[in-house]
């Protein structure tokens, strides 16, 4: 139930912030007033994956991770990545969206059996 109330008010927010008032302008005031830009659309729909993703992650805020740069492999820390070595060029799919921000989640090296 709670994801088809998430996906209904996502649909309803994306329809609201899209149509800037034109059919929804008397439920939403910003809407109405065509105050919403393209970038304020966009940061909406970042926000809520965003909070889609802590939810999935059950987390309440985004986790606190202090990681220095050298500490980070050094094909990682200089922004180099797998599809430079290979030979066929990268296969480019913006179907789904583009990659705008990377997270790396430190890992402990000791496993406890």
Same mark, same amino acid.
């Given at each position: ?20 008032? !034109? ?23 970042? !926000? ?35 599809? !430079? ?29």
């Amino acid at each position: 139930m709670g994801k088809l109330l998430s996906v209904i008010v996502f649909i309803l927010v994306t329809s609201c912030l899209s149509l800037k008032g !034109e059919l929804l302008g008397s439920y939403c005031a910003n809407c109405a007033n065509g105050d919403l830009s393209v970038t304020e659309l966009t940061q909406a729909r970042i !926000e809520f994956v965003k909070q889609q993703i802590l939810k999935k992650l059950r987390l309440s805020k985004k986790p606190a991770v202090a990681l220095p740069v050298n500490s980070l492999p050094m094909p990682v820390a200089q922004g180099q990545t797998l599809s !430079e070595g290979t030979s066929k060029p990268p296969e480019f799919d913006d179907y789904y969206g583009r990659t705008e921000q990377k997270i790396i989640f430190p890992v402990e090296d000791s496993i406890v059996h």
